[in-house]
């Protein structure tokens, strides 16, 4: 995502429509409805449960998974790194070890773990280019999933190495899996930011198509409207 959170604001319109141009030419990840669900799954349990993964923009990810059945909250925010550079001007600056991630919220009776993964895998990012999601280049838009338990660890492995023997991607997936630490939340206009900044190009040309392609290949991961 643009480094400056004012960037629809204080850029020139040139510079933005030389944005857009190049987003416009990055080829969409090309996934199927008959993207394999995982072969192992954590077991169902009672209460809420949470999984921490990241996919580039915080933005894109998070607006996927905010629509998701069965997930009750996505966070944005940061991991990876200390509390001390866990802000965005210093995360943007490539400087830390944090990735941009999102702290997700779900019941384990409407979706699963690794239901999760599959739509993280398949939707929310290309897990296969390494420190970068598009024209977002960086350590900070790395692939990752921190997970939070043995169990967890053990899903997401697996279906790494589910999907490169499958060849579900031209390339090997780069994800790495990585015990969490610490999940900082992200400062507040990060929050909820697709559905709160509705005429930012970059949420029109990225997050939004992400969504579309949601609801697209897999309607019935879609919270359903009351």
């Not at 979706?111 to 977002?136: C, E, M, W």
């Amino acid at each position: 995502m643009p480094r400056d959170p004012t960037w629809v604001q204080n850029k020139s319109m040139a510079k933005k429509f030389f944005l857009l141009l190049v987003l416009a030419a990055l080829p969409m990840l090309a996934v199927d409805s008959s993207f394999p669900d995982p072969a192992l799954d954590v077991k169902s349990t009672s209460g809420k449960q949470t999984a921490i993964l990241a996919g580039g923009c915080f933005w894109c990810v998070e607006a996927v998974f905010e629509i998701m059945e069965g997930v009750d909250d996505v966070i944005s925010g940061y991991s990876g790194d200390t509390q001390e550079t866990a802000k965005y001007d210093i995360v943007s600056s490539r400087r830390t070890k944090h990735a941009e991630a999102v702290l997700i919220t779900f019941d384990p009776a409407k979706t699963s773990y690794g239901q999760l993964l599959k739509i993280f895998f398949s939707v929310a990012h290309d897990p296969t280019t390494l420190n970068r999601q598009g024209a977002d280049i960086g350590p900070q838009y790395r692939s990752v999933i921190f997970y939070t338990s043995e169990e967890q660890k053990k899903v997401a492995e697996a279906y790494i190495k589910q999907l490169n023997a499958a060849h579900v991607f031209a390339k090997p997936i780069v994800t790495e899996v990585v015990a969490l630490e610490k999940f900082y939340t992200a400062e507040g206009y990060h929050q909820n930011y697709s559905v709160q900044n509705r005429s930012n190009p970059y949420v029109i040309n990225v997050s939004d198509p992400k969504v579309e392609k949601l609801k697209k290949l897999f309607p019935g991961c879609v919270r359903k409207r009351k």
